[in-house]
């Protein structure tokens, strides 16, 4: 027996009308009834909420159902897939924008004065970006070894767009080596360091308001 056979005749045993289960899971009637005759399948919360409310075990629900447990499997590598782009997109912003910050400092570097490239980029941009960024990442579910890692990577790259830009600059004209600068490392752990404080400390207390 396939799945919109199990939850009509659950529902007729436990004496609910279509109606009244669609309001119970906020969806409409004919949802509930493209569902008992298997026209579509319902996710894997409203399974659950269902055998809740017709006191019926997911097992016996999902039992001998190929298409369902196919649905389900599908449903959950979508979400998986979408919560794994959710998690890196704001590194993969953070990349964009620091890449944008040296192309433009090398193609209008005859056009740019270095101190205001200076004061947009390292006074401007990037710790906004980089606080932002890791304010969404330290109230996100990452372990605290991956945000400590954010942190440091975004002092690295804070380090490595000074040496790409003025530091090369300076290696080009003058025909010298120059010395990453650390103090841009620092600057840019500390700005990090600030935001994923604050996302963690956001991420606790909303944490502790739930329980």
Known sequence: MDIGSKLKNARNEAKFTQEEIAE???VSRQTISNWENSKSYPDIISVIKLSDIYSITLDALLKEDENMIK?????TNIVKSKNRLRKILPIL????IWTFCILFFWIF???????VFSIFVFWGILPVTSLII???IGK???RSLTKAGVVALIGIMYMLCEYFTFSLANMVAF?????????ALFGGILVSAIGMGIGCLAKYIKDKKSK
Request: glycine letters at 6%; proline letters at 3%; charged letters at 25%.
């Open 93 to 96: 912003i953070f990349v964009s």
């Open 24 to 26: 119970k899971l906020g």
């Open 140 to 142: 996100d579910d990452f």
């Open 109 to 115: 570097s005859g056009a740019t004065d270095a101190a």
């Open 71 to 75: 649905h389900l499997d599908e449903t």
């Open 134 to 136: 890791s304010v969404i």
């Open 175 to 183: 025909d010298k080596l120059n010395l990453p600068n650390l103090e």
